[in-house]
């Protein structure tokens, strides 16, 4: 994983270039900004439509985590005839669902669907923030999702993130004590904050009189690989709680906001006012994902990424480390790696650069999509390989070189920045 240092008064990565602090690694040459990350994505998704015109489901296998689905049964297509029928329908069954999933009660919790994640962070901020307020965000490694700073940003709060409970604990002591403490349970890098540290936290943010809010997206595979409560049913619990429908699980990409009723009620209009709130193909296709769960497929991924990571061995040089379902190396290790096997100590890339590379290599190559080829800008810069949802499909073996021919396709490029402009931006 990369550490920062200070190198002129700014924050740089091991590399010696300075971290863009919104996404919290380096820009380049060619990744210069979030509209280059933009290409680089549309980019990745026509070579996704060229190999499944060209071999159907053969030629791409996801390997993001990510289903991003509108399922749907027999009978839903009344009640999105409009939205006068949606109403007339629904009886608040998906908040009932949700909460049910959440392990918590109808009588002191409430929730709502939102458009994504990141709307759902900008209406909890603007709801219970206000301007100048502190706000603790804790993780076990890496950073917090960019939604969370961005909302606090916008609410013209005070950000700041510790990592790992230790310095949490040291940094929720100052003062101003926190008004709202964050806690992500597992980060965008997949790297999980262990119970009873997660306990520990919320506990003494209570202690400290704060708010205790739940970045809990990745829900799903923290019940599926930890086998940890749910995040209501957490003691003690926090007051509000995040859940993203999308990841390891077929649900559409939307936002559930859940917790404490009085809570809910506020963040809940703010999201109306900003017009965030989910419409009704969201919130039915999302009924449908909280009603299908099923962790087994989540828990064989998983399996078969420990497989995969001990077949793996020295071509991760011990850098590799498990992303719940999947496989994982920093970015900056991962350009590390490269310049290792190069045996030189420079190059121009940065490691977003090197990172996206390889999965684009893949991804043309094999048809295999990752984070880093298709993701948001602003993405964790992590080199991963998941194996949820198509890992199976890929097999273990093809996993193994897709690893392979990534690190080999990056160390090939690391002297020719042309070839990487036009692999990332055509």
């Given at each position: 994983m990369g550490t920062a240092h200070m190198v002129g008064g700014n924050k740089c990565d091991r590399f010696g270039h300075p971290l863009d602090p919104t996404v919290g690694y380096a820009r380049g040459a060619v990744i210069t900004d979030e509209v280059a990350e933009s290409l680089r994505q549309a980019r990745a998704y026509g070579i996704i439509r060229d190999r499944y015109a060209r071999y159907g489901?053969?030629?791409?296998?996801?390997?993001?985590?990510?289903?991003?689905?509108?399922?749907?049964?027999?009978?839903?297509g009344d009640a999105m005839r409009s939205y006068?029928?949606?109403?007339?329908?629904?009886?608040?069954?998906?908040?009932?669902?949700?909460?049910?999933?959440?392990?918590?009660?109808?009588?002191?919790?409430?929730?709502?669907?939102?458009?994504?994640?990141?709307?759902?962070?900008?209406?909890?901020?603007?709801?219970?923030?206000?301007?100048?307020?502190?706000?603790?965000?804790?993780?076990?490694?890496?950073?917090?999702?960019?939604?969370?700073?961005?909302?606090?940003?916008?609410a013209r709060a005070e950000f700041e993130e510790a990592v790992g409970i230790d310095a949490f604990a040291e940094a929720l002591g100052r003062d101003p004590a926190p008004s709202l403490v964050v806690i992500t349970t597992i980060s965008p890098s997949k790297h999980h904050l262990p119970l009873a540290d997660l306990t520990r936290a919320i506990g003494a943010a209570r202690a400290r009189g704060a708010l205790v809010?739940?970045?809990d997206a990745h829900m799903a595979s923290r019940l599926a690989l930890y086998d940890e409560p749910a995040a209501l049913a957490i003691d003690?619990?926090?007051?509000?709680?995040?859940?993203?429908?999308?990841?390891?699980?077929?649900?559409?990409?939307?936002?559930?906001?859940?917790?404490?009723?009085?809570?809910?009620?506020?963040?809940?209009?703010?999201?109306?006012?900003?017009?965030?709130?989910?419409?009704?193909?969201?919130?039915?296709?999302?009924?449908?994902a909280v009603e299908a769960f099923d962790p087994r497929p989540v828990r064989e991924a998983g399996e078969s990424a420990k497989r995969i990571l001990a077949a793996l061995g020295n071509a991760t040089h011990g850098l590799g480390y498990l992303a719940g379902a999947g496989v994982a190396v920093g970015g900056e290790d991962y350009l590390g790696i490269a310049l290792a096997r190069a045996g030189c100590e420079r190059t121009s890339l940065v490691p977003i650069e090197a990172v996206a590379f390889g999965s684009m290599t893949i991804l043309e190559r094999m048809g295999a999509v990752t984070i880093p080829a298709v993701g948001m800008p602003g993405a964790s810069c992590t080199f991963r390989l998941m194996t949820y949802p198509d890992g199976a499909r890929l097999g273990e073996r093809g996993v193994i070189d897709a690893w392979n021919m990534a690190i080999e396709a990056t160390t090939a490029a690391l002297d020719d920045p042309e070839r990487v402009r036009a692999t990332l931006l055509g």
């Open positions: 489901d053969d030629g791409v296998y996801n390997l993001t985590g990510l289903i991003r689905a509108f399922p749907f049964a027999p009978g839903d006068v029928h949606f109403i007339a329908r629904s009886r608040g069954e998906f908040e009932a669902l949700a909460i049910e999933h959440l392990g918590g009660r109808r009588e002191t919790h409430d929730g709502f669907l939102a458009t994504r994640i990141t709307a759902a962070m900008l209406a909890i901020m603007l709801a219970l923030l206000k301007p100048g307020e502190r706000v603790l965000s804790l993780v076990a490694r890496d950073r917090s999702h960019p939604s969370v700073k961005q909302g606090v940003t916008l809010l739940l970045d003690p619990a926090p007051d509000v709680t995040v859940w993203s429908l999308d990841k390891h699980m077929g649900g559409p990409r939307s936002g559930l906001v859940a917790g404490n009723r009085d809570l809910i009620k506020r963040i809940k209009a703010r999201a109306l006012g900003l017009g965030v709130e989910a419409q009704l193909g969201q919130i039915i296709a999302g009924y449908r």
